[in-house]
């Protein structure tokens, strides 16, 4: 397998710029998440390290391999797209033997290995059915077995779940991940969805107007984004506008009627006027006071299954906080309850 180093790719399609200077590198054997809202260049930059788009800047290598100048066809790169691109009057076997057809690999050596994939994506059984047979989900896995049988340097997968239901395309995340594991292979996953990048990715990078936002692990991206942007997006959080201060026990942002702790960070100057991002799972909801917690009223309680949003009034401020779904009969509309933070989680940014 691959390592795949991103070198300063730039396109762009008449006036608009899409992609700006982007430069990364995905680790052998790792998935990396490309994530962001449609239009910020994700599926471009995934068509360029395919082969299917040329970039006007910058350089693609696979290893030690140069494949800028290398056509689609010589790339060995085995991609699953959006619509999976399956043959319909095609059997399952047909399907996933297609590329080893156009290789001319010979007829028992493709039965064999066919059986092998097939066995590899949990289909075994339906070899001879047509794909149009098939459910969105067993598609899917024929999509990606046709892929992965050529035995290719990487993998690309260009939202490849996104016209499955909600059941299916939950288990397909944990489907697609194990088989990537098994076989071993680099890959570059584009996805809208943060919960499917969340669950996924060994690495994540957030990508907004052409630009990278961040590049860093799920659990660091999630607990630690670099940006007001990178933290709503990953995640909702609460944004508030408060003023930065320092006084005996460390760093606060505060507001009216409010004050948070945080951490000191270099660049930043007592007064100066912040924004403080709060994710609403990661407030800690008292019905008592205690050491740096602000009262607020809950208006409402929302519930969503596994968790329960609480919806308060922080000083004349609308806030959301969760909780587990079997904690929220403590709570009522009306009730004063406390919040906290943990300085090492709550984040603040500039106001540009």
Not at 161 to 168: F, N, T
Not at 345 to 350: A, N
């Amino acid at each position: 397998m691959s390592e795949i180093k991103i070198q300063n790719i730039s396109k762009a399609f008449g006036s608009a710029r899409v992609l700006n200077d982007i430069s990364f590198a995905v680790q052998d054997g790792h998935l990396l998440s490309l994530l962001g809202p449609s239009g910020c260049g994700k599926t471009t930059l995934l068509r360029i390290i395919a082969g299917l788009e040329y970039a006007d800047e910058g350089s693609v290598f696979v290893g030690e391999r140069d494949l800028t100048p290398v056509p689609v066809e010589k790339r060995n790169i085995g991609v699953v797209f959006q619509n999976y691109a399956l043959i319909p009057h095609m059997t399952v076997f047909n399907n996933i033997a297609y590329g080893l057809k156009i290789r001319k690999i010979a007829p028992d050596v493709i039965r064999k290995k066919v059986e092998e994939y097939i066995s590899l994506v949990g289909l075994e059984g339906m070899t001879d059915r047509k794909v149009t047979q098939l459910s969105g989900g067993q598609q899917q896995r024929v999509a990606l077995a046709r892929a992965l049988i050529i035995e290719p340097d990487i993998l690309l997968l260009d939202e490849p779940l996104s016209a499955l239901d909600r059941k299916i395309r939950a288990e397909m995340q944990y489907e697609i991940r194990r088989i990537q594991q098994q076989v071993g292979i680099t890959t570059v996953f584009v996805t809208h969805d943060q919960e499917e990048a969340l669950t996924m990715s060994d690495e994540i990078l957030l990508m907004h107007n052409g630009r990278i936002e961040q590049f860093a692990t799920p659990k660091e991206i999630y607990n630690h984004p670099v940006s007001l942007y990178a933290s709503d997006f990953l995640g909702k959080a609460n944004t508030l506008t408060g003023t930065l201060e320092t006084r005996e026990g460390g760093w606060f942002v505060s507001g009216e009627g409010w004050s948070f702790p945080v951490r000191p960070k270099e660049g930043f100057a007592a007064g100066e006027q912040v924004y403080l991002a709060i994710r609403g799972e990661q407030v800690g909801i008292y019905a008592e006071p205690a050491e740096h917690t602000v009262a607020c009223t809950v208006k409402n309680i929302v519930f969503t299954g596994e968790i329960c949003r609480l919806m308060v009034d922080l000083q004349g401020t609308a806030m959301t906080v969760s909780c587990i779904n079997v904690l929220a009969d403590r709570f009522r509309a009306g009730q004063t309850v406390y919040i906290g933070v943990d300085p090492a989680i709550t984040h603040y940014f500039k106001i540009s």
